[in-house]
């Protein structure tokens, strides 16, 4: 080949890298490199948590009088019933908290101090539990607020005060000290990319160069891994045809489970905190709570009781109904053993009616203890049963708890049969 055309064929090979190297970048090069920068001027610290309550604004017709708050577990030490009385949002505590999954329970009690002849809950309780469960980051501070609300036009007075939560969060990163960077438009070039910045006046000619070629952009990161759940429904160890429904950190699902099958079905999800319903005709519904981790595998078996044609609970209107009364040994939170045969039954009507909440009510006869005492005990043995609802898998939040000691009996309390009545609890239906 002649030496000429050979120098034109190299002229015209180094003009095409030029060009290659110069190239605008994309709009998804752009925007990574963005990311790139701003997360390396970010400096990320630890989640925290500030919690607030914000009771009723008319503190004269209704009484704050008492509350309660626990975070994972932690009773939390919070200002007086009087405090909280007063208008506006308290702050009940602000702590750094470990990343992931927190729980709140939260505790309320109000008086209806009105004290009128003609209204309808005059001298009444309202004891109020609900149990929120959230998310804590890196960078964010997370607001907990507990609120109560009054429903002034409830038709059940037992519904007229409410306590609700709400979430919000906001950004504690702080950007390191410096310029931002500067904006990049779609027909930019990232940083150190070789090209030079028109300017108002000539720039000196550079020296040649051989052009650079842009730092390949950072790989986006990489996904969470997904979570396994291995479910198996059987009878007598023999697997049965059922429904499992699965909501939690994700969009609620539905799963057939197959007659016979030999190895348990199987489900991916985001790692997060579910709850599991599992469904099968002629069979009393089961429900479990399961937290699930990025990359793990876990199993849940259900072993299925046939549903009885007796029933020993009953829906009726607002509430549901034991056939066979819950008896409490005198003087004991606990409900004797021999009577929680309808617990099953229970969960069974809370997987498949569209029931969101209830209310244990329990009380006491006039001979147990001290008068001051009685709401007490009547209390606790509401906390017991909600307990072993819990344990059944029923969720925390689902429940309520309230005591009334002596106040409201059942049947006289002359006779030892008449008080053993009395030492009862009630499952009110709060909503649907």
């Known amino acids: 080949m002649d030496s000429p055309l050979k120098l034109t064929l190299l002229m015209a090979l180094l003009c095409a890298n030029t060009a290659l190297a110069a190239e605008p970048a994309s709009a998804e090069q752009v925007r990574a490199e ?26 004269s017709a209704y009484k704050l009088v008492e509350v309660h708050f626990t975070l994972d577990g932690e009773p939390l030490q919070v200002p007086t019933e009087d405090a909280l009385s007063a208008p506006g949002p308290h702050v ?13 329970v939260s505790n ?32 964010l501070k997370v607001h907990v607020k507990a609120l109560s609300v009054l429903v ?99 969009a609620p699902q539905r799963i057939a489970l197959n007659r016979g099958a030999k190895a348990p079905a199987q ?7 579910y709850t599991v319903d599992l469904i099968a005709a002629g069979y ?39 056939q066979q009364p819950l008896r409490f040994p005198e003087g004991q939170a606990a409900p004797k053993p021999a009577s929680l045969g309808f617990i099953p039954e229970l969960v069974d009507i809370l997987v498949q009616r569209p029931i969101q909440r209830i209310r244990i009510e329990a009380h006491t006869d006039n001979k147990e203890g001290e008068e ?30 309230a005591g009334f000691g002596d106040t409201r009996p059942k049947a006289p309390n002359f006779t030892p049969g008449g008080r053993e009545l009395n030492r009862r609890v009630e499952f009110i239906i709060l909503e649907r």
Request: no cysteine; aromatic share 4%.
């Open 108 to 139: 309320v009690v109000y008086m209806d101090a009105s004290w009128s002849l003609f209204s309808q809950t005059s001298g009444f309780l309202w004891n109020m539990t609900s149990t929120l469960n959230f998310q804590a980051q890196r960078g």
């Open 284 to 322: 009393l519904a089961q429900t479990r709570r399961v937290q699930l981790s990025g990359g793990n595998a876990t199993s849940l078996d259900f072993a299925l009781v046939r549903a009885p044609k007796k029933k020993l609970v009953k829906e009726s209107n607002d509430r549901l109904e034991l």
């Open 372 to 401: 001051g005492t009685r709401k007490q005990l009547s209390e606790a043995r509401a906390r017991a049963v909600a307990e072993l609802l819990v344990r059944a898998g029923l969720e925390p939040a689902r429940i309520e708890t």
């Open 92 to 104: 009940l505590a602000s702590r750094q908290v470990a990343e992931g999954p927190h729980t709140l």
């Open 152 to 250: 002034p036009n409830a038709k059940d007075p037992r519904l007229k005060v409410k306590l609700v939560h709400d979430v919000t969060a906001e950004m504690t990163a702080k950007l390191d000290d410096g310029s931002m960077p500067e904006p990049l438009s779609k027909h930019s070039t990232p940083p150190d990319a070789g090209v030079v910045v028109a300017q108002s006046t000539p720039p000196p000619e550079p020296p040649k160069t051989t052009p650079r070629v842009p730092e390949p952009l950072p790989l986006p990161a990489a996904q969470p891994q997904k979570a396994r759940l291995l479910v198996r429904a059987t009878v007598k160890r023999k697997p049965v045809e059922a429904t499992l429904s699965l909501r939690g950190a994700t």
């Open 267 to 273: 489900v991916e999800v985001a790692p997060g905190d």
């Open 34 to 59: 963005l990311d790139r920068q701003l997360q390396a001027m970010v400096d990320s610290t630890p989640p925290e948590v500030q919690l607030h309550f914000m009771g009723l604004e008319d503190s």
